[in-house]
């Protein structure tokens, strides 16, 4: 949306992206946002190089030297010796690469199978809503893609028009996508997510879905256009889901 990392001079090293994606991934498992080796964590480290984790692998105990460098083709070309030797990068890292391909403005993908997000897109009740004001500040609506094979090319051309303007996305029947600056904002979006999705199911459970009031999203969707938050698509959206259009 408004980030500008492709301009900025990588300051970290490919070490600390590591440790900061190991971070992450075990936060997804404890946090139960993912189950057995589920999910996966990406960093564009450059122009054509990315860290990604492998396939298989439990987001509870991966090692930082266990994550691969791969490149646009998902082939890896890192070191293939020590803690990484014969690992292979996830099949749905291909989600990925679309994602930093429709986004060069992104610095990380985070894809987790965040239960009751799944389980919502099943029963058809969108996040895509104006119920939380600060949703709608932070991440405008949360919309939910058509359903593609898990781990197929599809997953890649589900996103193809969502992601350019959206940084959390529901994946139909099979999990989120959410992307940032950094692994660590990328998983923030992923927990306001789920929560989001948790206090959704409550309110359908309390049959009082009580949306916010327009001249409320109005404020909310003010606040995100003076900081240059606000696209085209976005204010279409709100238009049709919430009843305020500000490009009217
Ligand atoms: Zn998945």
Redesign the pocket.
């Known amino acids: 949306m408004s980030y500008t990392i492709t301009s900025q001079p990588a300051r970290r090293t490919e070490r600390a992206w590591r440790e900061e994606v190991i971070r992450v991934c075990r936060l997804m498992w404890e946090k139960d946002f993912v189950a057995a080796s589920?999910?996966?964590v990406s960093v564009r480290l450059g122009p054509d190089r990315f860290l990604v984790t492998p396939s298989g692998f439990s987001k509870g105990n991966l090692k930082p030297d266990q994550l691969l460098v791969i490149d646009w083709e998902a082939k890896v070309i890192g070191p293939l010796y020590g803690a990484n030797r014969e690992l292979r990068p996830?099949s749905?890292i291909i989600?990925h690469l679309e994602a930093y391909r429709r986004r060069p403005d992104i610095r990380s993908v985070v894809?987790?199978?965040p239960p009751m997000a799944v389980a919502l897109s099943i029963a058809g009740v969108s996040l895509a809503q104006c119920i939380l004001p600060e949703v709608v500040m932070t991440l405008g609506l949360i919309p939910t893609t058509k359903y593609a094979t898990?781990?197929s090319p599809e997953?890649a051309e589900v996103i193809a028009g969502v992601i350019e303007h959206y940084d959390a996305l529901i994946?139909q029947r099979?999990?989120s996508v959410t992307v940032g600056e950094s692994p660590w904002k990328a998983y923030l979006k992923l927990e306001k997510l789920e929560h989001t999705a948790l206090i959704t199911k409550t309110l359908v459970e309390l049959n009082r879905f009580n949306p916010m009031k327009p001249d409320e999203v109005a404020k909310a969707v003010h606040w995100r256009e003076s900081r240059g938050l606000l696209n085209d698509a976005l204010a279409h959206d709100l238009c049709n889901v919430c009843d305020v259009c500000p490009l009217k």
């Open positions: 589920d999910g996966n996830s749905e989600l894809h987790a199978h898990p781990a997953g994946l099979h999990g």
